[in-house]
């Protein structure tokens, strides 16, 4: 499946939320990356047409998607980022009753159920209600259901949240499987998460796309500007500008700090190997409001 969003533009009152952003998307998965407010969510609900958008236009395979949207909706996955539960229901009722819903014929249902609920590790879990799963067993529920109907398109909407390391990697792992030959967006502001398992990350920053590319092609375009400076307990921190600082690391009585800057931070400091989260901080500067 390929999707093209473009020129899309979305204000809520004064506020330009989307600014004319395009992006398109195809086989794989997808890092949707942004600090909370860069409109993620909103860009998201404009294509599963949940929110209008004030202009631009979205194509499926190279048709409007206006045209096709009950047909588009069948092949997509999704777990909003606030899911809702029926809290009475168990676990296997639950995801019976979402089948039906999705239109999965009967027969089907009970393999593909009972498959899910291996692969998000919530066997134990089946004969329980809803409402008495822990927040990390409920985000799994959601994984679950928005993967039901296999779609061709699946999109998690900060599908990590409340995971726990374990689940992380198992999550993880599932994506990849599930990815092939198919569409996968994860949207979040967990650089983690998309670092190990995204072929392509897409930026926003303020209703705009800040960068995109592999995870390659984004660490090396701010190569030699991450830096790293050691200062021992007896020597001042007072030259370093505290707003480019990435990580700061005590060692015993010393202090590492990584810096990322286009230019020369300290006379001390020295060039290191770049990440995703020095990435994330070089094109996300602005303060979110
Ligand atoms: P993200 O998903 O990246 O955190 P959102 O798309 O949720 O960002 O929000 C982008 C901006 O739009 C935020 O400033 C948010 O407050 C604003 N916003 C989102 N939904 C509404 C709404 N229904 N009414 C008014 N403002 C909204």
Redesign the pocket.
Known sequence: MKIELIDICKK??R?K?LKSVSMEFGEGVYGLL??????????I?ILLGIIKADSGQIFIDGKPVGSQSREFLNKIGYLP?YPQFYKEMQVYEFLCYMAALKGIPKKETKSRVEWLIEEVNLADAKKKKVGALSGGMRQRLGIAQAMLNEPELLIL?EPTAGLDPQERIRFRNLISKFARNRTVIL?T?IVSDVEYIANRVII?DE?CIACEGSLEELENSITGKVWEITRNKEQTMDDLDFSNVSNLKREGTDTRVRVVSDTLPAKDAITTRVGLEDVFLYYCKGDGK
Do not use: C, I, R, S
């Open positions: 809520y009152g506020q939320v942004g600090k909370n407010g860069a409109g993620k969510t909103t860009l609900g980022q909407d949207v502001h926003m209703g």
